[in-house]
């Protein structure tokens, strides 16, 4: 060691350096990739496991990998055991049946609904008609790696709707998605960032060292004194934001690195650090020399001299890949919610369509009357999901030609209860359950199941309740035609203020005057 320059250590501890920080690069994207998958995969997982219908899955080669209780129960299979592992393409029921052509069709691809097949139970040596729906799983690559097998007994029809309501009354489902990946971050971010403070306290007896160790980071290190000039800058602040040290010594202040309409906030942030009453970890849009922009964490301190604050140190953090992340946990919200309601149509595709067109004209209107995109796709997926309680509702009330009867309106109604139920212990970030729970109430206090009115009824009950209400109206029910233009725009008018919100109706209004929404046309959005 004694035999080495200066300058061969500062090599060697640069290199040292760039070969850590790819390292970790390289953990935590493998991290995120691995628990996102872990996470996603939980859910199907747990959504298969509380299907009422006798599911299983196969993966790309026939093999059975995973059924559901109902599958046991339907077929008085003792033991998961006894079928995992095998082969479906060379199961000897399914070669005598002809079921083998449908899941290799399947495996190519395709969506498959089989014709009614006869089915003998090995297990029960009971005779069954069934018909199965078969649904591919594509990997991010899209890649076929399992295919889900859905089967609906039809010779005891009336007798799993007995079941199916009473089963239903005290089912609570589970939808869990966890959330945790972002927290971690944020706290491995905060650990890493207290362990650079601890280094910074350690160098300070060497302004040299200290401007050689930051220059080795990869995030922007910077220092600023009170008029918010930049001190110093490392040199991946250079080669982030595009900056030369001619412009640097020609003289940079600190909120140029912040967009326009970012640098209010910044600077009241700040001055709040400087006070010492400020927090950090606050997110901007920073913008570089030639006018890109990324998303940041910056991370501060003040620099204290003789008890009094002369300016600001930090750490600009890169969080592009983590809203990436955050984007795709979003988007895989969205596919599940809309994967939910799709499978809600094999038992009810008139719940199923309603859901649909509801979250979309919700959107619509939520669009119109200026909500953020953060609650637009959280009104959006408490639209898809608003009905998901009448999975309790027996079929033949839900397909019932001609008008229901007192009793079989309270078992409707029930719904809303058994959807909040269903949803009340997820952890999506919008208030889904609450949405399913009270979408039915109204401002005047008619609604039910609670009849709450005024201010206790959130803005996304009082856009669904409307949505709800036109395009339930302008649909054909098998208990009633459509209901005429003049008789939609009547109700929510006669309403506007008293039951419904009037602002939502206005947007409504808009909406079926502008031709966003054929009301003619069962809700068939232009």
Known sequence: MKDKTKEQLIAEIELLRKEVAELEQEKAERKWAEEGIKAKSHFLESLIEQSPLPTFVIDSGGICVMLNKAFLKAYNVPKKEMVLGRNAL???????????????????????????IEFISPYEKKRTVTKSKLFPIFDATNKLTNVVVIHEDITARKRVEEALRKAYDELEMRVEERTAELAKANEELWIEITDRKRAEETLRESEGKYRDLADLLPQTVFEMDERRNLTFANRSAFAIFGYTQNDFDRGLNALQMFIPEDRDRAEENIQKVLSGEGK????????????????????????????????????????????????????????????????????DPYTSSHQRRVAELARLVGEKIGLDGDRLRGLYIGGLLHDIGKISTPESILSKPGELTDEEWNLVRAHAKQGYIILKDTNLPWPVADMALHHHERLDGSGYPHGISGDKLSLENRILGVCDVVEAMSSRRPYRPARSEEEVLEEIKNGRGTKYDANVVDAMLRIIEGGEFDLGGEGKFE
């Open 280 to 347: 950090t970890g606050n997110e901007y849009t920073a913008q570089k020399k030639d006018g890109g922009t990324f998303p940041c964490i910056i991370y501060s301190s003040p620099i204290i001299h003789e008890n009094k604050p002369v300016g600001l140190r930090g750490i600009i953090v890169d969080i592009t890949e983590r809203k990436k992340a955050e984007e795709q946990l979003e988007h895989s919200f969205i596919d599940l919610a809309e994967t939910v309601s799709r499978a809600m149509g094999f038992r």
């Open 90 to 116: 060379t199961e000897p029921a399914n070669v005598r049946q002809g079921v083998v052509k449908y899941i290799k069709e399947a495996l190519s691809g395709k969506i498959v609904e089989t014709p009614e």
